[in-house]
């Protein structure tokens, strides 16, 4: 899903983006500071609406702050001194953070309600780390492993299209995108210590 989202939509966002990104670069912004700009942002907003239960809210300013990704890794490109190493560390390394931090706000307002479903919050924290960790490691030794159903895009949108009809009333929709979000990491972890077990 994810690869076939880069082929058909990738170049006309990158061609509307980068007159913006080129701009942010003029101002001083670099790439990095973008990227510690959004991560703050979703984390902060993920913890402090979510966890009040101001889902809609929470989902818009988290969904704002997560497009930041779109524009780092551009300004990255154009960029003669961000695209380094270390700027890919610190995307990476802020990503898990940003994701951790959106289930942990969705974790403590289900465990203050008494929901049972904050066990499956947990079970998505976990497999949201495990998923990138498996592809680290595979990597470090040698193997590419870019297989599995559920990518980050694919994760982010599930869950916070759930938490945004959560935030309009419909009260099936956070519940459901939790088992969801469940069910394809799983299928994801299992795809990818599969792909690392044949290599």
């Known amino acids: 899903m994810y690869p076939m989202i880069q082929r058909y939509f990738k170049a006309p966002v990158t061609a509307f983006i980068t007159p913006i990104c080129r701009a942010l670069l003029r101002i001083g912004l670099s790439a ?30 988290v969904s704002l702050f997560a497009l930041s990704d779109l524009f780092d890794g551009t300004m990255a490109r154009i960029s003669k001194s961000d695209g380094t190493p270390w700027g890919a560390l610190l995307d990476s390394t802020l990503d898990r953070i940003s994701d951790a931090a959106i289930v942990i706000g969705i974790w403590i307002y289900l465990f203050n309600e008494g929901s049972d479903l904050h ?38 949108i599930i869950l916070l299209v759930g938490t945004g009809l959560y935030g309009l009333g419909l009260d099936f929709a956070l519940g459901l995108s939790l088992w969801l ?19």
């Open 32 to 61: 990095n500071a973008i990227t510690v700009i959004g991560a703050a942002g979703v984390a902060f907003s993920s913890i402090y609406f979510f966890a009040r239960g101001e889902f809609f809210l929470g989902t818009l300013l």
């Open 119 to 156: 066990v499956l919050a947990i079970a998505a924290l976990f497999l949201g780390g495990l998923i990138p960790y498996i592809r680290a490691k595979a990597e470090s030794l040698g193997i590419e492993c870019s297989v599995g159903f559920a990518e980050r895009p694919e994760r982010l």
């Open 181 to 199: 979000l469940v069910f394809i990491s799983s299928i994801t972890v299992i795809q990818r210590m599969k792909a690392v077990h044949q290599a």
